[in-house]
């Protein structure tokens, strides 16, 4: 089946750094989606990506859709405490309707 | 405008025992996935249910078994609980046409004794 495959898989990190994190693929998305999750709670999405190429921003994140559509990048600038949590990637395989998601990258944020 | 929810929070069960949960949709959603997520992990998508039917299932036993409403609510039953049945189950609710965006329920904690 198709996998999805995050780095890095933790990252401590001061407040106030930037941060980057990306998520690579066997077989091509036509969507790319970004999520966190934080403790007792379910995914909350972040950013929906549609277009190879494309660079979209939602306040202090930005992703980008790779070209090659095998990839996908997640960059967090000027880290705060409340960014801390778990971030995913994820996407439906071609004529799928289901979610497939990476195991995460785990953020800790150092005040 | 609620979002995605879902009941019970908390469950505790034992091996062999039989377990229902629920969840409603967004407002405006009419498609709901249901996945598994372990600890440590990411969620694993069961199934989807559209227009009451199940449109695509993953790789789950038939012990994982299914229902939508016609208000679009839907339950996930499991029946016989294994150890390994024990994780947080989530909800994610979408428009039926969208192939794409899910909006997740804060999940079911599901313990297996």
């Known amino acids: 089946g198709q996998q999805l495959n995050q780095s890095p898989q933790s990252m401590f990190i001061q407040e106030g750094e930037d941060v980057s994190m990306n998520c690579t693929s066997s077989?091509?998305?036509?969507?790319w989606l970004w999520y966190k999750q934080e403790p007792g709670e379910g995914p909350v999405l972040l950013i929906a990506l549609y277009k190879a190429g494309e660079l979209t921003s939602n306040g202090r994140l930005t992703a980008q859709f790779g070209i090659t559509r095998k990839d996908s990048f997640l960059n967090i600038s000027a880290s705060i405490p409340s960014d801390v949590g778990i971030y995913f990637c994820?996407?439906?395989?071609?004529?799928?309707?289901?979610?497939?998601f990476g195991k995460g990258t785990k953020l800790s944020v150092i005040p | 405008d609620a979002g995605v929810t879902q009941s019970p929070t908390h469950l505790i069960k034992t091996r062999g025992q039989q377990v229902t949960l629920r969840c409603s949709p967004k407002s405006g959603h009419d498609t709901v996935s249901w996945y598994q997520q372990a600890l440590g992990q990411g969620p694993q998508f069961i199934f989807q249910?559209?227009?009451?039917?199940?449109?695509q299932r993953g790789n789950f036993p038939d012990r994982f078994s299914g229902h939508q409403f016609p208000n679009y609510s839907s339950e996930l039953n499991v029946n016989a609980l294994l150890l390994g049945d024990s994780a947080l189950y989530l909800c994610?609710?979408?428009?039926?046409?969208?192939?794409?965006?899910?909006?997740f329920g804060p999940g079911t904690r599901l313990t297996v004794l």
């Open positions: 077989s091509i998305f036509n969507t």
């Open positions: 994610a609710s979408s428009f039926g046409t969208q192939n794409g965006e899910q909006f």
């Open positions: 994820a996407g439906p395989g071609a004529g799928s309707y289901q979610l497939t």
């Open positions: 249910y559209y227009e009451e039917e199940e449109r």
